[in-house]
């Protein structure tokens, strides 16, 4: 039961810890998106970021995924 608790608190630390990297990068990325945006108005380059933006969410959430996983095999 202790070990539960532990992975719990571990997996609250670190889905904490996840989302503020998430915000982190989003901000990051749209700042990048402006910038080129008001620079050149090539396509491709946007296009690469707003997939590097979906990428990035899919990557937290299957790092939530996985936890979560983890937290009910033990």
Do not use: C, H, P, W
Not at 2 to 15: E, P, Q, R, V
Not at 46 to 65: K, R, V
Not at 66 to 72: A, E, I, P, T
């Amino acid at each position: 039961m202790d070990n539960k608790i532990g992975l719990a608190l571990i997996n609250n630390n670190f889905m904490n810890f996840l989302f503020i990297v998430q915000l982190v990068d989003f901000f990051l990325l749209l700042a990048v998106f402006y910038i080129e945006t008001k620079l050149n108005k090539d396509l491709e380059v946007l296009m690469y970021l707003l997939l590097a933006m979906i990428i990035s969410i899919f990557i937290i959430l299957f790092g939530s995924l996985v936890y979560r996983f983890m937290l009910s095999i033990t």
